[in-house]
């Protein structure tokens, strides 16, 4: 167990600490990858987490403290690997349990005196997202706070084991940046540098804060040695640097003091990367959603929910978890971007259907998913199973406040998105109908949502609310325009957030020829007026410019 070095030959790791600072490393990581529970109740020492974590940052700490200056500090990372579970791929790990495990390796490595604390070789963005928990928890725990970086494991397929490339791995936890105090994002490990080059271009272009790079010196032999010399890795690492993708770059398995002092001889005098200055609009499952003007309306499959689908009904009350998530898979081929997911049955056990299909449904489909509850337990019960960045539908200010405020917590700790309808507590005229009121209420969550609790405009979708256009009622005639006219001004307001509609609400009670050509004519209008995604049925959809 090399990680219960630091309490048996404290001495080995303090020289191997002063040799890559020596080299010129302005960051030092604690012999603590594998000093989690779960990892060391293989050798029988889960009950020495704190001590061994506390123990192994002291020791970096010092030799730190030894040769830092004013003009040129030296930092201790805490380093925090995977563990050997990954809650998508292997199983056998829960979300709480891995909070759990992360909280308590915080807790020593603060105790240690670390300077920031480094996620590292990650694999599962769900283990990243339950890392953040616990971090979070042992901040609060101990009045401490320290800046913390993150970075993924790309195979050779292009992903991480889990699946997620890395613009969908920063979608999912771009969040932590305004409340955990991620600093930095990147790629360590793997095969070597050349297999990053896309992944990190990718990064560079998306990623507010800073990208890190520390590659493996390739892959090793039969005897253990790796291949890349100091000399061919900077050589190879140049080209992140020269092309200005990087602010952080280092070495990971098989870098020796050498390949350190390499490194830190090509970047001297370069100029780090500038980080991206706007946050994108993205939403993602297994793979991201960039959601661009020049690709609307962004269609979301709304078949996979028992209130507008019976047979989707039918499949969950017959707990055929497996042939429901088949829906979504269908609808994904229809044109499918997101889907929609709703098991809101008052007859049945919302939150024990939530969790049996979401054992199926991120097997069927790659795509961002949205989950649809008013029940705030059900929405984080499904945002501790899914990696991506969610959007959850939907809150409104029908019973005032309270509800912003819990949603507005889940988002902080899993992030995602939310659907803000426009309804308020006007007992009369509640569900906004005229373009005015849509603005005005949407206004007004807008400021409660930014302002008060947080949220960045990039993650509030208002929906300005479709009425039937056959209800018969006098309050609704003209409504479908008002709608329309409610996007535009919605739109232009607030630019950086998102609309969206369910379409087929303006055709609700008219026979279904009827219904295809009005719903196709209004979304046609909706989209001119700045309208982002649609609730649609993806397999009966007629565009009209197909007409």
């Known amino acids: 167990c090399n990680e219960h070095l630091v309490l048996t030959r404290p001495d080995v790791i303090a020289d191997i600490h002063a040799a890559y600072l020596a080299a010129g490393a302005d960051i030092v990581e604690t012999n603590t990858f594998g000093a989690t529970d779960i990892v060391l109740a293989e050798y029988g020492l889960q009950d020495q987490v704190f001590e061994i974590n ?5 020791i970096a700490r010092a030799a730190c403290s030894a040769v830092a200056t004013t003009e040129r500090p030296r930092w201790v990372a805490g380093s925090m690997g995977p563990t050997t579970r990954a809650i998508s791929v292997t199983g056998g790990v829960t979300y709480e349990q891995l909070v759990n495990t992360f909280h308590g390796q915080t807790l020593g490595l603060l105790a ?16 990243l997202k339950a890392a953040a928990d616990g971090i979070s928890r042992a901040f609060a725990e101990s009045s401490q706070r320290v800046p913390v970086m993150i970075s993924g494991t790309i195979e050779p397929t292009g992903t991480m084991l889990a699946g997620q490339g890395v613009e969908a791995l920063y979608a999912s936890i771009a969040h932590l940046e305004d409340h955990l105090g991620l600093i930095s994002i990147g790629l360590n490990c793997a095969t070597g540098p050349e297999f990053m080059t896309d992944h990190l271009r990718a990064l560079s272009d998306c990623a507010t804060c800073s990208v890190s790079a520390y590659p493996n010196a390739g892959l090793p032999d039969e005897n253990g040695h790796y291949g890349e010399t100091p000399e061919s890795l900077a050589h190879k690492l140049s080209r992140f640097v020269d092309e200005g993708w990087l602010n952080i770059v280092g070495g990971c398995c098989g870098t020796t003091p050498d390949h350190i002092a390499a490194i830190a001889r090509l970047v001297a005098g370069k100029t780090p990367r500038k980080p991206a200055e706007i946050r994108r609009r993205v939403v993602s499952g297994i793979e991201a959603l960039i959601v661009e003007d020049d690709l609307r309306p962004v269609l979301v499959g709304e078949r996979t929910n028992v209130i507008g689908s019976r047979k989707f009904k039918n499949l969950i009350i017959a707990e055929q978890f497996e042939e429901g998530s088949e829906i979504a898979r269908a609808q994904v081929k229809g044109g499918a971007q997101i889907i929609d997911v709703c098991v809101a049955n008052p007859d049945r056990d919302e939150a024990a259907d939530m969790a049996s299909l979401l054992r199926y449904l991120p097997r069927k489909v790659r795509v961002p998913l949205m989950i649809d509850s008013t029940d705030t337990a059900v929405m984080e019960l499904a945002l501790q199973r899914l990696q991506g960045k969610c959007i959850l539908n939907s809150i409104n200010l029908e019973d005032g406040e309270e509800r912003f405020e819990k949603v507005a917590e889940l988002l902080y700790r899993y992030g995602g998105s939310v659907v803000v309808g426009c309804i308020d507590e006007d ?25 008060r609790y947080g949220l960045r405009p990039e993650a509030l979708i208002f929906d300005p609310l479709v009425f039937p256009v056959e209800a018969g009622d006098e309050n609704y005639i003209g409504s479908a325009e008002e709608t329309i006219e409610g996007v535009r001004l919605i739109s232009r307001a607030f630019p950086r957030c998102s609309t969206i509609l369910g379409i087929s609400n303006v055709s609700f009670g008219l026979p279904q020829s009827g219904r295809e050509v009005l719903n196709s004519v209004f979304l046609h209008h909706c989209v001119k007026a700045g309208l982002t995604y649609a609730l649609v049925n993806t397999e009966k959809l007629e565009r009209l410019d197909r007409k």
């Open 54 to 58: 506390r123990r192994a940052a002291e």
């Open 427 to 451: 007992k009369q005229h509640g569900m906004a109908v005229t373009r005015q009121r849509k603005l005005e209420i949407a206004r007004r969550s807008h400021d409660l949502l930014v302002n």
């Open 112 to 127: 240690g005196g670390v300077d920031l604390l480094l996620l590292e070789t990650a694999q599962d963005t769900l283990n």
